[in-house]
């Protein structure tokens, strides 16, 4: 599964799939074709043909939150949501978070399913690895937002390694 943050303004909320339409899907499906999880590079929209393999895409907030920044409160009116996806899982391995809130909101999801009792003993960080009580691996990455790649914080070679280690994982 690969958890982000909100559906893009620009992007998932005009075309109905995440990652599609915008400069974080541009950036991150080449890598998902790469790495085996897509059937193709691109997603531009509902229809283009785009497949999935063995792969699951979501977000911790249901609604473009402004400035990319959503409220407590948003992301608590929408774990509902997310907790039923996530229970829908059922033979799911590896969690890619993108970001600090996509990793902060599995790891909450742990906790009110009372898998772990504390977040403090895991820290975000891009390219940390973490196995979970219920026999999940968590790994980290830095979201692929036009500011994080346009930047250099998050590199296509940074972003192929994250997803050849979930690739690995899953596979095991």
């Known amino acids: 599964m690969v958890l982000g943050l909100a559906p893009g303004a620009h992007g998932s909320n005009?075309?109905?799939?995440p990652f599609t339409g915008d400069a974080s899907g541009n950036f991150m499906y080449p890598v998902l074709y790469e790495t085996g999880f897509a059937n193709q590079p691109t997603a531009t929209d509902r229809n283009d043909g785009l497949e999935?393999?063995?792969?699951?895409?979501?977000?911790?907030?249901r609604c473009a939150?402004?400035?990319n920044k959503p409220l407590p409160e948003e992301l608590a009116n929408c774990a509902p949501y997310l907790d039923r996806e996530i229970e829908g899982l059922k033979r799911m391995k590896?969690?890619?978070?993108?970001?600090?809130?996509?990793?902060?909101?599995y790891l909450n999801y742990l906790k009110r399913r009372?898998?772990?009792?504390?977040?403090a003993l895991y820290e975000?960080?891009?390219g940390t690895q973490y196995w979970l009580p219920d026999n999940r691996v968590i790994l980290a990455?830095?979201?692929?937002?036009?500011?994080?790649?346009?930047?250099?914080k998050l590199t296509r070679k940074m972003f192929v390694e994250?997803?050849?280690?979930?690739?690995?994982?899953?596979?095991?």
Do not use: C, E, M, W
């Open 14 to 17: 005009r075309t109905g799939r």
């Open 52 to 61: 999935l393999h063995g792969l699951y895409i979501t977000a911790a907030v």
């Open 65 to 67: 939150p402004p400035d």
């Open 94 to 105: 590896v969690i890619v978070a993108l970001g600090k809130i996509g990793f902060d909101a």
């Open 114 to 119: 009372g898998v772990i009792k504390v977040r």
């Open 124 to 126: 975000f960080g891009h």
């Open 141 to 152: 990455s830095y979201h692929p937002s036009n500011q994080n790649t346009q930047t250099g």
């Open 162 to 172: 994250i997803f050849k280690k979930a690739r690995q994982l899953a596979d095991d």
